[in-house]
């Protein structure tokens, strides 16, 4: 994986609890827990997002087109 380095301006407190992070050996450095930040930040946005995508389904007509999908293939499932 490449990087870039970034210059980034972080509120001092912040700094200081990602600091004693670092002193208490969770991240191996501030680029760490400032890279894994973003990470699960990123993750969640797009989690939510796919949240709010599936929200504005209709359920009746997606259950419509799924009973829809197995009826047509029904004939071709082996009987049991």
């Known amino acids: 994986m490449s990087v870039a380095k970034v ?3 972080i509120d ?4 200081h609890k ?3 992070l670092v002193k208490s050996h969770i991240f ?5 827990a400032v890279q ?3 990470e699960e930040k990123i993750a ?5 997002r796919l949240a709010e995508e599936c ?3 209709n ?3 997606e259950q419509s087109l799924a009973d829809e999908g197995l009826a047509a293939e029904a004939a071709e499932w082996p009987t049991y």
């Open 12 to 15: 001092e407190n912040l700094v």
């Open 28 to 32: 191996a450095s501030r680029s760490q």
């Open 7 to 9: 210059t980034i301006s």
């Open 59 to 61: 359920i009746a007509e």
């Open 44 to 48: 969640r946005l797009e989690k939510r």
């Open 55 to 57: 929200a504005k389904l």
């Open 36 to 38: 894994v930040a973003v």
């Open 18 to 20: 990602v600091d004693h």
